[in-house]
């Protein structure tokens, strides 16, 4: 069963960068179907989609962030990593990391999501 | 850019009855090989999202059959047969025709 472990810290200060990274179990980083992707929820709000990064590298992302976001991956670590720079409180939200397998939707994986809060 | 709207933001159904969210896009999420590329998620309180339902009409694995998608190009529906307690929840919509994108979610409660 494939699991989805992310980490980070909850509290980043205005202006810096938000580094989360999510480690995965139970398959590996590089299976060449899957994509990776990551996903916050403003407290309160609804779901918006931040990017996403294959097992290949190749990168995606929500045209309102591409300037301040990067993915990518760890292959050595199973792992997948996203940085948000210049944060402000807007950005304060719950993060989460998915992963899904491109040639079979129904195969499509959660992480538990953690509270970033920006302040100072 | 494709936006998906959704209605209603909310409703109420007494357990045992159908529930009926709509989803419109923007654009036609109809792909040359007849897939539908529209999601249904539900987001159960403190949990993370889950999927329901994958281009358009397949139910995913483990998922009641009391659920049904449906719809095709730029205007589906999820549908409850009979609505049950633990479906309490709030339902998204996600396009993944292109970069994707949530419609702003449906809450179900029960009366």
């Known amino acids: 069963q494939l699991r989805l472990q992310l980490s980070g810290p909850g509290l980043v200060k205005p202006s810096e960068t938000l580094s989360l990274t999510c480690t995965v179990s139970g398959a590996s980083i590089t299976s060449r179907t899957f994509f990776w992707g990551w996903v916050r929820q403003p407290p309160g709000k609804g779901l918006e989609w931040l990017g996403s990064?294959?097992?290949?590298?190749?990168?995606y992302y929500n045209p309102s962030l591409k300037s301040r976001l990067s993915t990518s991956v760890d292959a050595s670590a199973n792992q997948f990593s996203l940085r948000l720079t210049s944060v402000t409180a807007a950005d304060t939200a719950v993060y989460y990391c998915?992963?899904?397998?491109?040639?079979?939707?129904?195969?499509?994986?959660w992480g538990q999501g953690t509270l970033v809060t920006v302040s100072s | 850019d494709i936006v998906v709207t959704q209605s209603p933001l909310s409703l109420a159904v007494t357990p045992g009855e159908a529930a009926s969210i709509s989803c419109r896009s923007s654009?036609?999420?109809?792909?040359?090989?007849?897939?539908?590329?529209l999601d249904w998620y539900v987001q159960k309180p403190g949990q993370s999202p889950q999927l329901l339902i994958y281009l358009a009409s397949n139910r995913a694995s483990g998922v009641p059959d009391r659920f049904t998608g449906s719809g095709s190009g730029t205007y589906f529906t999820l549908k409850i047969s009979r609505v049950e307690a633990e479906d309490v929840g709030v339902y998204y919509c996600m396009q993944a025709l292109q970069t994707p994108g949530f419609g702003q979610g449906t809450r179900l409660e029960i009366k």
């Open positions: 654009q036609r999420l109809l792909q040359s090989n007849g897939d539908n590329h």
């Open positions: 998915a992963g899904r397998d491109g040639d079979n939707y129904d195969r499509d994986y």
């Open positions: 990064v294959s097992y290949s590298g190749s990168t």
